[in-house]
């Protein structure tokens, strides 16, 4: 049962990542007008950014003091690190974030929407990597330390082998671009999200609309 509006505290939610979860064409925007109006979202997400890009944008959020935080990297990160890395510096940003007094929330990376011959979705593959590689460490990040973890690549694979191509191609924000998200896309990925909050942190479920 959800509580009456007037006798909830007031929250805020910070979002960090990269241009998947952005305001240009990330799921940020849609994830936003889901909650009720106690709920303030700050997103400190970045085109083009890896966890180092944005490490001393994390600190000015800290100072915000917001309630939770959610982390989503990846995209970039692993065009230019490895997943021990990788693994090294979300640590430093879930130290960071609980000593600043929120709560971190860890999610693996959005999929691109790449599809195989057989109409599943084929993971793209980089310096030997994928995105699974770095789903599996942020994970492994999360449950070292005892933090709320939403394995998004993986949901966001099962979403799209389900509903398939030809809908998927609606959800992109041009013809070509499998990774950004149209309006539609950047709804259905927060919906997502926000679903997967609801088991991950059930106390946030009370500030949903």
């Not at 240009?24 to 700050?42: D, E, H, I, R």
């Not at 949901?155 to 998927?168: E, F, L």
């Not at 013809?175 to 927060?190: L, N, P």
């Amino acid at each position: 049962m959800k509580f009456d509006q007037a006798q909830q505290k007031t929250l805020s939610i910070g979002l960090i990542g990269d241009s998947t979860v952005a305001s240009t064409y990330g799921w940020g925007p849609a994830f936003s007008p889901q909650f009720n109006g106690k709920v303030k979202v700050l997103n400190y997400a970045k085109n083009g950014a890896t966890l180092d890009c944005l490490s001393k944008k994390l600190d000015v959020l800290i100072k915000h003091k917001p309630d939770y935080i959610l982390i989503q990297f990846g995209h970039n990160d692993m065009k230019v690190y490895d997943t021990q890395a990788y693994s090294k510096k979300l640590q430093d940003y879930v130290d960071r974030i609980t000593r600043g007094g929120s709560t971190a929330i860890v999610l693996s990376s959005v999929t691109r929407r790449n599809f195989d011959e057989k109409g599943k979705i084929s993971p793209r593959v980089i310096n030997d990597r994928t995105l699974n590689d770095y789903a599996q460490a942020a994970q492994a990040v999360a449950k070292g330390s005892k933090v709320p973890f939403i394995d998004l690549n993986s949901v966001s694979i099962k979403h799209h082998n389900s509903i398939g191509a030809s809908a998927s191609a609606a959800y992109n924000f041009t013809e070509t671009d499998k990774t950004h998200f149209s309006k539609k896309g950047a709804k259905a990925i927060a919906d997502i999200v926000i679903n997967e909050l609801k088991t991950a942190v059930p106390a946030l479920g009370d500030y949903l609309k």
